[in-house]
């Protein structure tokens, strides 16, 4: 008590007004201990009570211990006794949170947990900041991250245990493909080499040994090796490979598949597929070139994965094609020369001129290689009055020949025979002109019917008419800027029945031929038409107008009703392409071949066709 009313005296000395001298400590405390100790009154019995319990006294302590050397005694003398005794019911069980009971409790991430099977290395990621373990999230306030907590009862941790739950949640959402975990898998021998130097020490491993972990990086086959490979991209042969089946009219069976992965910065003006692999080519203003392969179904991890793509400063491409027998992909822009990429090698040549003809080819931005692969014609600058065509030699890259066409407005497109030996050119007035390689003249000159404004020409299918002066396509199809498009049938002009009909020139080609079908559907200029690899399905497209497209059935020519439907997404269609069945890479039986769609907006997307 002595004490504690000294202590309490010692509390309130500060506020005298007069302060004492260094020496006179000790006496003047004294009195001023003496003077407040007569002004208090004296503690009663609840006072001192209140004080004892506050404070404690020595006597008090002296009993405590005691009273638990009591107790210790009694549970030795008892074997029974669970000191749990005088607890009460609801005190005796608690919920087991594996965390913790607090409503706020962090959890720390250490490096050794065993939940982690991130793959480690021995040197520190670079993702990784040492701050995130100062880094506190609360995981109950954000709805969102609710599903992260191991317990309703969790909350706060750390960034580090954020950031693995976060990567726990993802791989729970999408697992990993079969690819990576083919190529995170160690092989037998270098499991048990790593099996044995658990037991060696650090210091004794060779530098062999120490690169173990860089051999587990997976490795991607060079492309040239995939092209090389073309088993594990050319689809294999079963049965029915290789009979032609027949697509029925009126109502097409159509489906849509997996989209072109990534969408392109600019609209995609040339689209087109390879001849034997199913590998897709696609390029427009953003100078860059992008190389698909086509596999839409399972067990490709990723559908049509993007193998490789090219850009070309300075050059909006224009038109880009594969070569049909080699590793070789042509690509040129509104330039005076254009680019030869070979996969095989990598190397990218620039063919700046045709010498002797770059007056006459100021441009080389529409080009078409012939189906054999042995030429490559060009479309020249227009003269007054009509146009020029100049036919290289694709192995060599070398002038052959040159065309001149006759056409008010110039050459509005042209396309390649079947058998490669000749060409047909329609200017923009509508006049068709049939050229042959081989005598490198013009076999015959024909008028489209009713043309006005001729954008485009196609040929397709195939007729088994032996004496032919043009080839054995059977399909002449002719857009025009009115949305008018007309199709002919060659085999109807070689037949006596139909060479009678109107007047012929030396070829028994009619010089005013009748369409077998007027198509009138679209409204806008003509822009893209394309054929299926038998020729059995024609589609034609505009890019000035939404959703502009149209799949026609030959030999009925009958358009079919139930697609394009209200819901179909196209939107400006800016290229078109058709691919075999059979070199799509789909694993699926009845499918007769595919069709890809191209817009300005950058998108790619894929429908097949069974």
């Not at 250490?110 to 993702?127: E, F, G, I, K």
């Not at 950031?163 to 190529?183: C, D, I, M, S, Y």
């Not at 065309?403 to 079947?418: L, M």
Request: proline share 6%.
């Amino acid at each position: 008590m002595a004490n504690a009313k000294g202590a309490k005296a010692r509390q309130v000395a500060p506020v005298q007004k007069s302060k004492p001298l260094a020496n006179d400590n000790v006496s003047d405390n004294e009195s001023s201990i003496d003077v407040r100790m007569e002004d208090e009154p004296e503690k009663d019995e609840d006072e001192e009570e209140l004080e004892r319990l506050v404070f404690g006294d020595s006597e008090g302590f002296r009993q405590g211990l005691k009273g638990f050397a009591d107790e210790q005694d009694e549970d030795d003398e008892e074997p029974g006794a669970t000191g749990l005794e005088g607890l009460d019911n609801a005190d005796l069980f608690f919920m087991d949170t594996a965390d913790g009971d607090g409503s706020n409790q962090m959890v720390v991430a250490t490096a050794d947990s065993d939940d982690d099977d991130t793959l480690r290395s021995r040197h520190p990621a670079a993702w990784e900041d040492s701050d995130d373990e100062r880094m506190l999230v609360s995981l109950a306030s954000v709805p969102r991250l609710r599903k992260l907590r191991k317990t309703e009862a969790e909350d706060v941790v750390n960034g580090k245990e954020y950031g693995k739950r976060l990567r726990r949640q993802f791989e729970l959402l999408n697992p990993k493909p079969e690819w990576a975990l083919q190529a995170t898998q160690q092989p037998a021998k270098k499991k048990r080499r790593l099996s044995r130097m658990d037991g060696e020490d650090e210091d004794e491993l060779s530098d062999e040994d120490m690169d173990l972990d860089d051999d587990n990086v997976p490795s991607v086959a060079p492309l040239s090796k995939l092209l090389q490979d073309a088993e594990s991209l050319v689809r294999k042969s079963g049965p029915g490979a290789g009979k032609k089946r027949k697509i029925r009219p009126e109502v097409i069976d159509i489906q849509r598949t997996p989209d072109i992965g990534g969408v392109q910065p600019s609209a995609i003006t040339s689209l087109s597929f390879h001849p034997q692999l199913p590998l897709l080519l696609s390029s427009g203003p953003s100078s860059t070139l992008y190389l698909h392969q086509i596999a839409s179904s399972p067990p490709a991890p990723t559908p049509n994965p993007l193998l490789t793509s090219m850009h070309i400063r300075g050059a909006a491409l224009t038109t880009t094609a594969f070569h049909p027998n080699d590793s070789r992909i042509f690509l040129s822009a509104r330039r005076r020369y254009f680019h030869v990429w070979n996969l095989q090698t990598g190397r990218v040549e620039k063919v700046a001129r045709v010498y002797g003809h770059q007056h006459e080819q100021r441009t080389m931005e529409r080009f078409k290689l012939s189906p054999d692969g042995s030429y490559m014609a060009l479309i020249g600058s227009s003269k007054k009055g009509g146009g020029v065509i100049t036919i290289l030699s694709a192995p060599t890259l070398q002038w052959a020949c040159q065309i001149r066409v006759e056409s008010r407005g110039g050459i509005a497109d042209f396309a390649w025979w079947r058998d490669s030996k000749g060409l047909c050119i329609v200017g923009k007035n509508g006049e068709v002109t049939e050229w042959s390689v081989n005598s490198q003249s013009v076999v015959a000159r024909w008028q489209d019917e009713g043309a006005v404004g001729t954008t485009t020409l196609i040929l397709g299918g195939h007729h088994e008419l032996v004496k032919s002066p043009i080839s054995n396509d059977r399909w002449v199809v002719i857009g025009s800027s009115s949305g008018i498009v007309n199709i002919y049938d060659r085999r109807v002009w070689l037949s006596v029945s139909g060479a009678s009909a109107t007047s012929t020139n030396a070829a028994g080609i009619p010089s005013a031929p009748t369409p077998t079908r007027t198509l009138d559907h679209l409204t806008t200029p003509i822009s893209n038409l394309a054929f299926s690899p038998d020729g059995q399905i024609l589609a034609i497209s505009s890019k000035w107008k939404r959703d502009s497209i149209r799949l026609i059935h030959l030999p009925t020519c009958t358009v079919y009703k139930n697609w394009p439907t209200s819901k179909t997404p196209l939107g400006r269609i800016t290229g078109l392409a058709f691919c075999s069945g059979e070199n799509s890479g789909d694993e699926k039986d009845g499918v007769h071949s595919l069709l890809a769609v191209a817009n300005e907006q950058g998108k790619i997307r894929v429908w097949e066709i069974r």
